[in-house]
């Protein structure tokens, strides 16, 4: 079984889905789509640290070849509607290459979710719970991007983040009120679209 993650910057998988791809029991590999020359390595320490294969695109319109040469069962990608340009036009483009190769009868088509990078999701309907051990390797993968860290401190941000997503996942999954509780300390937040 494949994990597939599609980030559309260096930083965006450890940022947004890294403790969903330390819990993956499989292969785990994610696809870079704009890399700059020094941010390269810094991607390839952060997924030594969270288990993955780094594979990265010279051009965007790579991805949907890419993405049916690695199988994977599950796609990770950027929400649709997140704030930053280039997310929603990578989002864009994994939902076409998923959602229109599953209409065709000989295809496989691939699970898909869709995780918060730049933006909260709305109304997410799946949870990767973790505690502090994965928050330590998530922390070490992001700080691994020593040139986006050193502009702010996305370790701890994410830490906060993370902390506030699970306080308020429970109601979101089994509804406000229902006597909903926390699953663990840490939460990322998905959206099924399939």
Known sequence: MRLVVVAPHPDDDAIACAAAMMQWKGDVFTIYCRTYPRRTQEAVNACRALGSNPVFLSDLREL???LKALKPALVLSPHPLDEHYFHKAVSRKVRKALLDAGRKPASRASAL????????LAAPDRAAWFG??????????????????????????MR?????????MPSLLEGHGKGAKQKAKYCEAFKVVR
Do not use: D
């Open 132 to 157: 502090e051990a994965i928050m330590r390797r998530k922390a070490k993968a992001i700080s691994a991007h020593r040139s986006q860290c050193s502009r702010k401190p996305w370790p701890m941000l």
């Open 160 to 168: 906060c983040y993370n902390t506030w997503r699970a306080a308020v």
């Open 64 to 66: 949907p070849a890419v």
């Open 113 to 120: 979710w869709e995780y918060e990078a730049w933006s909260p």
